[in-house]
């Protein structure tokens, strides 16, 4: 089975256990974000500024990695037309749940991010990646499929860990239990049952991703887990960062 089947499988059952990231918005949520009273996330605590996504109606946005039925009926209550791109199919389904419910259309689609886009060459306006990079090995082969699935001057949004994570350990996060980077698929002892297959990426795979992909960084901000040791002490965990596709 390749890791990417492991992680559809652990979401999967996340999701059934409640996960946060797998709970799709209520009606009363998309009634407020018709009426213009609306945010998302890239990260756990910090909402996305609302400059970072330009004008939206009518625009064509592709939720990247973005199932669960959270960011993209917000942004479609926004005046968006949406795509989303998941590869757990659970997360899948809570899209079609909010839109069944809501009485939107969405093209949903199930495919590997870790392969080429199913998408036209300048197919979207925007890109939305919450935090999921860390679920695939390599970074550098999506930036440059985002870049190359967006319009000239098309809007990339997207969230990166940095690493933290990957090194305390799990219980208070009070100790330095491992080096980076982290790669279960190099060494196995890495492995931690439940959490599926999961991989650090380095400031130069994924900043430096997007600059050699093309895009010219706008804005960014960090943010911590939400909870635990390193919150508490402000120690960033994530980055969510506002990237521009430049002309050439």
Not at 48 to 62: A, C, H, I, N, Y
Not at 176 to 185: A, D, E, K, M, T
Not at 227 to 234: K, P, Q, S, V
């Amino acid at each position: 089975m390749k890791y990417q089947d492991i992680n559809a499988q652990t979401i999967t059952g996340w999701i059934a256990d409640g996960w946060q990231w797998g709970r799709p918005i209520d009606h009363e949520t998309f009634m407020r974000a018709k009426a213009g009273d609306w945010n998302i996330v890239l990260t756990p605590t910090i909402p996305v500024p609302r400059s970072w996504f330009g004008p939206l109606e009518g625009r064509k946005v592709l939720g990247l990695a973005s199932g669960g039925g959270q960011q993209m009926p917000i942004l479609t209550a926004a005046g968006a037309q949406c795509t989303v791109l998941d590869y757990t199919k659970a997360q899948l389904e809570s899209e079609k749940l909010v839109a069944q419910r809501e009485g939107y259309s969405i093209d949903i689609v199930q495919a590997d991010m870790t392969e080429p886009l199913p998408f036209e060459d300048g197919s979207f306006d925007l890109v939305v990646n919450p935090v999921s990079l860390c679920y695939v090995e390599k970074v550098e082969p999506i930036l440059r499929e985002c870049w190359r699935i967006l319009s000239d001057g098309g809007r990339l949004l997207i969230a990166f860990d940095n690493g933290m994570n990957f090194i305390t350990d799990e219980g208070d996060e009070e100790k330095i239990v491992r080096g980076l980077p982290f790669n279960p698929l190099v060494d196995e002892s890495l492995l931690v049952e439940g959490d599926g297959i999961q991989f650090s990426h380095s400031f130069t795979e994924q900043i430096g991703g997007l600059a050699r992909a093309g895009f010219v960084i706008r804005d960014c901000y960090e943010d911590t887990n939400g909870y635990g040791r390193l919150h508490e002490l402000g120690i960033p965990s994530f980055w969510a960062v506002f990237a521009q596709k430049a002309s050439l």
